[in-house]
């Protein structure tokens, strides 16, 4: 059992199988809050006709041959019950088969709902917690060692993601090439937290030696996790300082609290020790490894390493994927992010009025959780849960074809449809349902200290057009 057995990562597997549990949490509660509303049977992309038209695909998922609202709620709770039986560590005490069962159970619940999630899914993040969430399960119990080879595929999967990131935006924007990408990113990204405003306005050197750092850490860095100790420790470190920076800066949902938890992997307990003296670890016996525990993580390390061939190719590939999946079950996925960044933010605002369209008209803003709406209002810290209809908001007003989904929910907001209300800050009708609604684009500047000291706003806006005309319910349509 020498050679199966990793000495000294009692630490990691603990970080590693709550943390990753935790991070289900997250996701199984916006589930339960969301999906129903964006993709149940009265959604905004209907699961149940998304199953209809895929039926030939033979997509894993529970809903397979029925889907219904009540059955997707189950699974969620479900999935947050077991998520908080494995953070408290229960199921780890009992025989490394209860822990695999757990995390299994978990790894097919959020399968299911990823793969009906369309393009409210359609983030790398779901593949990374699937594919963490897999792994998790080979970690084993209490009981017995820590395995190699599941450790190594862990640090496999930060390779991935950080080094992927970090050709990506060499191969990508002029930004990341000419160290100036940071004079946009906090203001334009997806969604800002309320520290992006002060990231924003650092001096520009040091949003230079901020990239610089930046591309060490996602090229340079990630290689020496296959190290030997202490040199993976100090990797690993290096990487959970960059994560938790871009946690300080930004709402990414689980992506940067999942990626320091992956980076645990290469820390053993001497570096543990070496922090907190006081730190103590049980070891299990290694001659308590059942052989069937042994012939199961050796099997799936041997599948892992032959589905690794397509994102390693994809790495050096000059038409690199960026958060591509090459199976459907999301397992050794490609990852990557921001192989480009936008100069200036655009916003969609959906207004609606109970007057007749003209220049009298009274037009009144629906607010959402996380996105720019008012200028006063600051931005919030909403990860690790993730505002699925903010995020799309965010695309759209990139130019992204919301075709499917925008023009129902419109709709919706004109027959004041509760459940998708419920998606959003603020309804300026109360409940009431307005006679017509219409979305314009603004552009969208983070404000100048002297702007916010005189005027109290943390952006500034100035209209840039309109995305869809004042609209009405039409009639005999039930969104």
Not at 263 to 281: E, H, I
Not at 440 to 447: D, E, G, H, I, P
């Amino acid at each position: 059992m020498e050679y199966f057995s990793a000495e000294g990562y009692e630490f990691a597997r603990q970080v590693l199988q709550r943390g990753i549990a935790a991070a289900y949490l997250p996701a199984f509660l916006a589930a339960a809050a969301q999906f129903p509303a964006l993709l149940g049977e009265r959604g905004l992309l209907p699961a149940p006709e998304y199953l209809d038209r895929a039926r030939q695909r033979r997509i894993p998922t529970l809903f397979r041959l029925y889907y219904s609202d009540r059955l997707l709620r189950s699974a969620a709770w479900t999935g947050v019950l077991v998520s908080a039986l494995l953070v408290a560590g229960f199921p780890q005490q009992g025989p490394p088969w209860l822990p695999m069962l757990a995390f299994g159970l978990l790894f097919f619940l959020y399968l299911s709902i990823v793969n009906i999630g369309q393009v409210f899914y359609g983030f790398g993040w779901e593949s990374l917690l699937l594919e963490a969430g897999f792994l998790a399960a080979f970690l084993g119990s209490d009981q017995v060692p820590v395995p190699v080879t599941v450790l190594f595929l862990f640090r496999w999967v930060v390779f991935r993601l950080e080094f992927g990131a970090g050709l990506i935006k060499m191969r990508g924007d002029t930004v990341w090439r000419d160290l100036t990408a940071l004079y946009y990113h906090h203001e334009t990204q997806p969604m800002p937290n309320p520290a992006s405003w002060f990231f924003h306005h650092l001096p520009k050197p040091l949003h230079k030696a901020e990239v610089l750092g930046n591309h060490f850490a996602q090229l340079v860095v990630p290689i020496f996790l296959f190290f030997p100790q202490p040199v993976a420790s100090a990797a690993a470190a290096l990487v959970i300082l960059t994560q938790f920076w871009l946690v300080l800066s930004g709402n990414f949902a689980w992506l940067n609290v999942l990626t320091i938890l992956l980076a645990f992997s290469a820390v053993d307990d001497g570096a543990v020790r070496a922090l907190l003296p006081w730190a103590s670890f049980a070891v299990p016996d290694p001659r308590n490894v059942p052989w069937w525990f042994i012939a199961v993580v050796l099997a799936m390390t041997a599948a892992m390493l032959c589905w690794a061939w397509a994102p390693l190719r994809n790495l050096f590939s000059r038409n690199q994927l960026m958060n591509a999946s090459f199976n459907r079950w999301h397992l050794s996925n490609a990852y990557g992010a921001f192989g480009s960044i936008t100069r200036r933010r655009h916003e969609v605002i959906i207004e609606g009025t109970l007057d007749d369209p003209g220049p009298e008209a009274l037009w009144l803003e629906y607010q959402f959780h996380g996105k720019p709406g008012d200028p006063r209002r600051l931005p919030r810290q909403f990860a690790p849960y993730h505002l699925r209809l903010d995020w799309m908001m965010w695309f759209l007003g990139l130019g992204a074809s919301g075709r499917g989904w925008f023009p129902v929910l419109l709709q919706k907001l004109l027959a004041a449809d509760a459940p998708t209300l419920k998606l959003l800050r603020q309804d300026p009708f109360n409940g009431r349902p307005p006679r017509w609604v219409r979305a314009r684009v603004f552009t969208y500047r983070f404000s100048t200290p002297a702007e916010l000291r005189r005027d109290h706003v943390w952006w500034i806006r100035e209209p840039a057009g309109v995305l869809v005309d004042p609209v009405r319910l039409e009639p005999g349509r039930q969104p």
